[in-house]
T-cell receptor, first 113, second 114 residues
Framework: QQQVKQSPQSLIVQKGGISIINCAYENTAFDYFPWYQQFPGKGPALLIAIRPDVSEKKEGRFTISFNKSAKQFSLHIMDSQPGDSATYFCAAREKTSGSRLTFGEGTQLTVNP | NAGVTQTPKFQVLKTGQSMTLQCAQDMNHEYMSWYRQDPGMGLRLIHYSVGAGITDQGEVPNGYNVSRSTTEDFPLRLLSAAPSQTSVYFC?????????????FGQGTRLTVV
């Protein structure tokens, strides 16, 4: 079963707009929630990550919002740019699993100029 | 600093053939893993290793074998390729342990089984 569910599958945003990608999880043992960005032909690369003891983390135009009670977290991309066009994956890690990551299904973001 | 290097980048196999996907990292990471990426399914863990000589199964291990004889290398073997194994394969490494965070990915191997 998919332990981390991600939506939407695809997203089209105009330049300057806000992109929002949502993820939900079931396993309450998850203790680390990263977002990965993947460009065509490349491997995923860490974008931003959050731990469940904080509700929000911001790095530049990228913000993670985390709702522990609802078991949901989301990525917000402010002032979206064409260069942000990529596939985004949310993920989660169970503390006792070391570095094992469980990924969401992915969101293909297109930012139109 | 090369990071995580995967070879080959592309491969076409016939059903029933075997092959090994190579993965090497030069960051002295303890933890290495193999994922497959399929449309609409994200990345799914095939096998992983927490150190030399130690491997374990992930979510989708059937049809794949791994070994970890050195810290640097973590090859993935397809014993008898099937069309269902057509996918993009990614190797990743990280420091390992409960405080480990960032996983570094290779550029992937696109495998087609005909």
């Amino acid at each position: 079963q998919q332990q981390v569910k991600q939506s939407p599958q695809s997203l089209i945003v105009q330049k300057g707009g806000i992109s929002i990608i949502n993820c939900a999880y079931e396993n309450t043992a998850f203790d680390y929630f990263p977002w990965y960005q993947q460009f065509p032909g490349k491997g995923p690369a860490l974008l931003i990550a959050i731990r469940p003891d904080v509700s929000e983390k911001k790095e530049g135009r990228f913000t993670i919002s985390f709702n522990k009670s609802a078991k949901q977290f989301s990525l917000h991309i402010m002032d979206s740019q064409p260069g942000d066009s990529a596939t985004y994956f949310c993920a989660a890690r169970e503390k006792t699993s070391g570095s094992r990551l469980t990924f969401g299904e992915g969101t293909q973001l297109t930012v139109n100029p | 600093n090369a990071g995580v290097t995967q070879t080959p980048k592309f491969q076409v196999l016939k059903t029933g053939q075997s092959m090994t996907l190579q993965c090497a990292q030069d960051m002295n990471h303890e933890y290495m893993s193999w994922y497959r990426q399929d449309p609409g399914m994200g990345l799914r863990l095939i096998h992983y290793s927490v150190g030399a000589g130690i491997t374990d199964q992930g979510e989708v291990p059937n049809g794949y074998n791994v070994s970890r004889s050195t810290t640097e290398d973590f090859p993935l073997r397809l014993l008898s390729a099937a069309p269902s194994q057509t996918s993009v394969y990614f190797c990743a490494s990280s420091y390992g342990g409960v405080e480990s965070t960032e996983a570094f990915f290779g550029q992937g191997t696109r495998l087609t089984v005909v």
